[in-house]
């Protein structure tokens, strides 16, 4: 969602077939009926997939113009989901939203957008709505690569404090990106839901 070297169409070959992550899954969980929501860096569309499954009309978002058109062809003019190219710096969401799902995609902001960004997310969602996504802690070792913003526990706490937390998982362990490449992740996974 920024400009960076990474080889993204690499990256989502690689990803491609992947189910939905957890924090989509748990968000969904917490409503009783469908709704409206942006997935943001939406990639090829393994969250947006979950959604367009059940019944939520999807606002997907990504930077890559060529990612967004895979995902126009795999789901075949779906009527339920609409698809916008946008960096961070020109983002621009609708208001009332029920859920914003931002998947490893935070991370990939700058800092100087990032506090626009995230007031944005607020602002946009309904009261109840709920946001879900991943940021990435301060002992990551990619903390210090150029294209990445990393947060501190105490960061993460008071970005969600106007929230009510439904999941706030701390994850640290060493690895491989889907790439290939070594990595030491240290991840923050959210469900929050906007107070009433």
Known sequence: MTNTKRDWNSYY????????RRTILT???????????????????RDTEELLTQNWTVLAID???????????????????????????????????????????????????????WETIFNSLKKGGRFCGHLFGDRDSWRDKPFIHCQTRFQVETLLKPYKIELLEEEEHSGQTPLGEARDWHIFHIVAQKNE
Do not use: M, W
């Open 13 to 20: 070959n690689a990803i491609e077939n992947r189910p939905p």
């Open 63 to 117: 930077q890559e113009t060529e990612t967004i058109q895979r995902l126009q062809a795999k789901f075949e003019d779906h009527p339920q989901l609409t698809t916008q190219v946008s960096s961070f710096e020109d983002l621009k969401f609708p208001q009332a939203v029920d859920l914003i799902n931002a998947s490893f995609t935070l991370p990939f902001c700058s800092p100087v957008a990032f506090p626009r960004v």
């Open 27 to 45: 968000a969904l969980a917490g409503f009783e009926e469908s709704g409206f929501a942006i997935d943001l860096g939406c990639g090829t569309g």
